[in-house]
């Protein structure tokens, strides 16, 4: 196998490792799965068939495939051609996405704007 | 196919006739050949490839970032019935009544309309009660319209 083939190789089998984990975790539930071999108690909804992946034409799977193996062969490359760059750049948007990933649940939780409820700072007001 | 690279260029050259960093790095290539960058960079021509290897392997990281976040949000925003769960038998353990949706009906098309599929949904307590309390409002001069979200609006009856 060439230097390039094997940089790029590793991060296709990285990368689909993730998108199955993400896949299993979000529509599977692994790991209630999981959970519920520890404790019997817990509650495994039902795998939904009308979102996600399993919701997806044929069509548009295949094109989030060609991304996934684009965003590879560009992994394996930058890796190839700079690693400490690359490093730094993984990590870099690993921490992007988890500060998003964290901003956008409290955004949630804390539900819209006119939603909110107003708390007099008064309790006099 | 062409055509669509045709159009791709030119909308990314005119794109770029606007965009003012092409101005600069322009700016800053003359500036360099008329200082003399050439002969200022003469013993550091190591570095600044190594430099240059860097910026490229971070646009590449750049690049599969976002072609990744393509593929997560599309997959996370993906809804449909691309396998309808009314046509997957579900096997349900014994005493329990399992919850199912009815399967579509086909509709006939009614002269000039076009055809729909009915798909029966089960009852929504909520969407009940909200149609009783329209029903409530209902008389000669309101017309009650509850929205999708919930809202209930009061609409005068238009005189025939």
Redesign the interface.
Known sequence: MSELALPVMLALLGLAAAGMLYHSVTEHHLHLLIARKVSPDTEVPPTRHDTGWHAMSHGKRFWVDVAMLAAAACLGLAWQVERTATTAGVILALACAGIWLAARRVSRTVGPREHRKRVPLDPEE | MFKRIYQAWCRSSARMACNPWVLVIGAAVVLSAVMGGRNKIAGHESGVM?VL??????A??????V??????R???A????????AT?PVQAPAGVKPVTVPAPQAMPARPGEPAYTLRIRPPDPEAEAMAAEADALRDERVVPVVTTGGTLYETARREP
């Open positions: 190594h290897a860097g910026l490229a392997a971070l590449l990281t750049a690049v599969a970032a072609l990744l976040t393509w593929a997560a599309t997959v996370a993906a809804s449909g019935h691309h396998a309808d769960p997957i």
